[in-house]
């Protein structure tokens, strides 16, 4: 398998690389949808963020990648028949599934063995991308060009952490635990308001128009493509600090505390925006907790919540043809008068 760029080594795209972070972090979020340009270095990212993270442990043969200690029902190889021992555990990279566009929903969820149906005439289940991106990721390019059921599909397995398959006379559940990452380009068309909602975090990424990170970006990529195991080892340093980073958030993730003058400052930011629904508020209490466990704090601070609300809220928004100014300006403002809300009734208390 060839070497990936490494996720140090990417220059600028600050916003993208942070969602990509807490997503690795907190499961739960959803999800992260990335928007830019051509050659901006959103499937890059993707795949370098997998190299980063700790191995599972697994049992050679399973195809669900169960924990050895918790074997999910479905699986044949991690429950062997009467007398026969597992097979042995083994340690595998975090999967890092990439869905094509033209796969069928039988591909994603899995579907009857038919070869078995037809010579044995037994019913077996022939395990999807789903069961293939179990503790892992699970990889969009081009999503605004998926099929809608497709991604509604991927959507409720992501958030349920289970994919149920009932059809042809099985009934088979297995869990389906990964982070959804999608990543398309905005003049192919946007998803549907209702699809855009069910993402935790939504990043555009822009063209990088300064000239000096240009000449990094455009030197760093030679020197990957003319020896990408030399320039994997001189970077591999910062990248082994990340993956640290990221495990260490995992572990003190859920003891990380939100004051109720923030949570409060959250609601009022939802309100102020018209945000439908109670999902933007429960995105950035998750994103937030993510955000200070990277940094190593037990505590989330409004700064973490102004600095992560666009990404979380700006696709949540409601399409304003009054304002031309984007979605971005509109958080900021509110987010300006909130600040500057609460700065007057401190003075006044």
């Known amino acids: ?56 442990e697994t049992r050679s043969g399973c195809r669900y990648n ?21 097979p042995a ?14 796969a069928t929903e039988d591909r994603v969820c899995g579907s009857l063995d038919i070869e078995k149906a037809l010579v044995a005439g037994e019913k077996h289940f022939e395990p999807g991308l789903l069961a293939a991106a179990n503790r892992g990721f699970l990889y969009i390019d081009e999503i605004n060009l998926l099929e809608d059921h497709l991604i509604d599909l991927l959507l409720d397995a992501s958030a349920s952490g289970v994919n149920v398959v009932e059809r042809e006379g099985l009934s088979i559940r297995h869990a389906a635990r990964f982070v959804l990452v999608g990543s398309g380009n905005p003049e192919e068309g946007d998803l549907r308001p209702q699809l855009l909602d069910r993402f935790g ?86 994103a937030s907790r993510a955000a200070a466990a990277l940094t190593g704090r037990l505590f989330v601070t409004w700064d973490d919540v102004a600095e992560i609300a666009p990404m979380v809220l700006c696709h949540r928004l409601r399409r304003d043809p009054l304002d031309d100014a984007g979605s971005t300006p509109r958080v900021e403002r509110a ?12 003075a006044h208390g």
């Open 1 to 56: 398998m060839a070497q990936p760029f490494p996720f140090a080594a990417i220059v600028a795209q600050e916003d993208m690389k942070k969602a990509l972070l807490m997503a690795a972090v907190e499961p739960l979020l959803g999800g992260v949808l990335i928007f830019g340009d051509r050659g901006t270095g959103k499937s890059t990212a993707v795949r370098a963020l997998t190299e980063l993270l700790p191995a599972i």
């Open 66 to 86: 169960c924990h050895p200690a918790e074997p999910q029902p479905a699986c044949p190889v991690c429950n062997p028949a009467a007398g026969l021992k597992p």
């Open 89 to 102: 555990v083994i340690k595998r990279r975090a999967p890092m599934i990439d869905l094509p566009l033209g």
């Open 201 to 286: 975090l939504s990043v555009d990424v822009r063209t990088i128009d300064d000239l000096d990170q240009r000449i990094e970006v455009i030197r760093r990529r030679d020197a990957y493509e003319t020896d990408p195991v030399a320039f994997g080892k001189l970077w591999a340093k910062r990248d082994g600090a990340v993956g640290r980073r990221v495990v260490a958030a995992r572990k003190i993730i859920r003891q990380v505390e939100i004051p109720d003058s923030v949570v409060m400052r959250m609601s009022q930011l939802c309100l102020r925006l018209g945000i439908d629904g109670m999902r933007g508020e429960l995105t950035l209490m998750r």
């Open 335 to 346: 987010l300006a008068t909130i600040s500057d809300t609460n700065n007057d009734r401190h």
